[in-house]
Protein backbone atom coordinates (compact mmCIF):
# COMPACT_ATOMS: atom_id res chain seq x y z
CA UNK A 1 0.00 0.00 0.00
CA UNK A 2 1.49 3.70 -1.22
CA UNK A 3 1.16 6.25 1.37
CA UNK A 4 -0.08 9.60 0.12
CA UNK A 5 0.79 13.29 1.88
CA UNK A 6 -1.18 15.69 0.27
CA UNK A 7 -0.69 19.21 1.16
CA UNK A 8 -3.37 22.20 0.53
CA UNK A 9 -4.49 25.06 2.45
CA UNK A 10 -8.39 24.63 1.18
CA UNK A 11 -9.74 22.14 3.71
CA UNK A 12 -12.41 21.12 1.48
CA UNK A 13 -9.73 19.75 -1.01
CA UNK A 14 -8.06 18.16 1.50
CA UNK A 15 -11.29 16.35 2.73
CA UNK A 16 -11.85 15.19 -0.65
CA UNK A 17 -8.69 13.85 -2.08
CA UNK A 18 -8.42 12.04 1.63
CA UNK A 19 -11.79 10.34 0.87
CA UNK A 20 -10.74 9.28 -2.94
CA UNK A 21 -7.43 7.94 -1.75
CA UNK A 22 -7.79 6.25 1.12
CA UNK A 23 -11.34 4.57 -0.48
CA UNK A 24 -8.48 3.54 -3.22
CA UNK A 25 -6.80 1.54 -0.70
CA UNK A 26 -3.37 4.42 0.10
CA UNK A 27 -2.41 5.87 3.35
CA UNK A 28 -3.16 9.04 3.29
CA UNK A 29 -1.54 12.15 5.54
CA UNK A 30 -3.38 15.78 5.14
CA UNK A 31 -1.10 19.05 5.48
CA UNK A 32 -3.02 22.87 5.16
CA UNK A 33 0.67 23.99 4.68
CA UNK A 34 4.24 23.13 3.73
CA UNK A 35 5.14 23.47 7.24
CA UNK A 36 2.62 21.02 8.17
CA UNK A 37 4.11 18.68 4.88
CA UNK A 38 7.38 18.82 5.95
CA UNK A 39 6.53 17.86 9.38
CA UNK A 40 4.75 15.15 8.43
CA UNK A 41 7.78 13.92 6.36
CA UNK A 42 10.00 14.44 9.31
CA UNK A 43 8.10 12.07 11.62
CA UNK A 44 6.66 10.03 9.36
CA UNK A 45 9.01 7.09 7.16
CA UNK A 46 7.56 5.98 4.28
CA UNK A 47 5.58 8.69 2.05
CA UNK A 48 5.73 7.74 -1.03
CA UNK A 49 3.80 10.86 -2.84
CA UNK A 50 3.54 14.17 -2.18
CA UNK A 51 0.45 16.27 -3.85
CA UNK A 52 0.45 19.66 -3.45
CA UNK A 53 -0.92 22.77 -4.31
CA UNK A 54 1.28 25.09 -5.93
CA UNK A 55 -0.57 28.47 -4.24
CA UNK A 56 -0.63 28.45 -1.06
CA UNK A 57 0.18 31.59 1.81
CA UNK A 58 3.62 31.46 2.99
CA UNK A 59 5.66 28.68 1.38
CA UNK A 60 4.59 27.86 -1.94
CA UNK A 61 3.95 24.26 -3.82
CA UNK A 62 7.23 24.93 -6.19
CA UNK A 63 9.40 25.93 -2.60
CA UNK A 64 7.78 22.59 -0.86
CA UNK A 65 8.99 20.49 -3.71
CA UNK A 66 12.55 21.81 -3.64
CA UNK A 67 12.94 21.10 -0.09
CA UNK A 68 11.60 17.61 -0.65
CA UNK A 69 13.96 16.68 -3.72
CA UNK A 70 16.89 18.07 -1.20
CA UNK A 71 15.35 16.23 1.59
CA UNK A 72 13.37 13.29 0.58
CA UNK A 73 15.01 12.56 -2.70
CA UNK A 74 12.84 9.51 -3.05
CA UNK A 75 9.81 10.86 -2.62
CA UNK A 76 7.65 11.95 -5.63
CA UNK A 77 5.97 14.67 -6.31
CA UNK A 78 2.60 16.18 -7.98
CA UNK A 79 1.66 19.89 -8.63
CA UNK A 80 -1.31 20.77 -8.65
CA UNK A 81 -1.79 24.32 -10.15
CA UNK A 82 -4.85 26.86 -11.71
CA UNK A 83 -2.22 28.00 -13.75
CA UNK A 84 -2.23 25.47 -15.60
CA UNK A 85 0.55 23.56 -18.06
CA UNK A 86 2.22 27.03 -18.39
CA UNK A 87 2.93 27.71 -15.08
CA UNK A 88 7.00 28.06 -15.07
CA UNK A 89 8.65 25.91 -12.03
CA UNK A 90 12.46 26.40 -12.12
CA UNK A 91 14.93 24.51 -10.00
CA UNK A 92 12.28 22.18 -9.67
CA UNK A 93 12.02 18.43 -11.14
CA UNK A 94 7.94 17.61 -10.63
CA UNK A 95 6.31 14.09 -11.40
CA UNK A 96 3.70 16.18 -13.25
CA UNK A 97 1.46 19.09 -12.96
CA UNK A 98 -2.49 18.98 -12.44
CA UNK A 99 -4.35 21.76 -13.84
CA UNK A 100 -7.26 23.19 -11.61
CA UNK A 101 -10.09 22.00 -11.28
CA UNK A 102 -8.94 18.52 -10.44
CA UNK A 103 -10.24 15.90 -12.26
CA UNK A 104 -9.85 13.39 -9.33
CA UNK A 105 -10.21 10.14 -11.86
CA UNK A 106 -7.07 11.66 -13.95
CA UNK A 107 -4.82 12.16 -10.86
CA UNK A 108 -5.70 8.93 -9.64
CA UNK A 109 -4.59 7.33 -13.02
CA UNK A 110 -1.20 9.39 -12.21
CA UNK A 111 -0.92 8.51 -8.78
CA UNK A 112 -1.46 4.76 -9.82
CA UNK A 113 1.00 5.33 -12.39
CA UNK A 114 3.87 6.46 -10.24
CA UNK A 115 3.80 4.45 -6.65
CA UNK A 116 1.32 1.23 -8.13
CA UNK A 117 -2.49 0.73 -7.61
CA UNK A 118 -3.11 0.61 -3.84
Given at each position: MGTILIV???PLVLELAEKLFTAEGYRVFVAGSAQAALAILNSHEGVDLVI???????TDGAQLAIR??????KVFVIIISGFGQTLQINRVSVEMIVDKPIDFDLLLQKVQKLIGPR
Open positions: DDETDYSMPGIQENYP
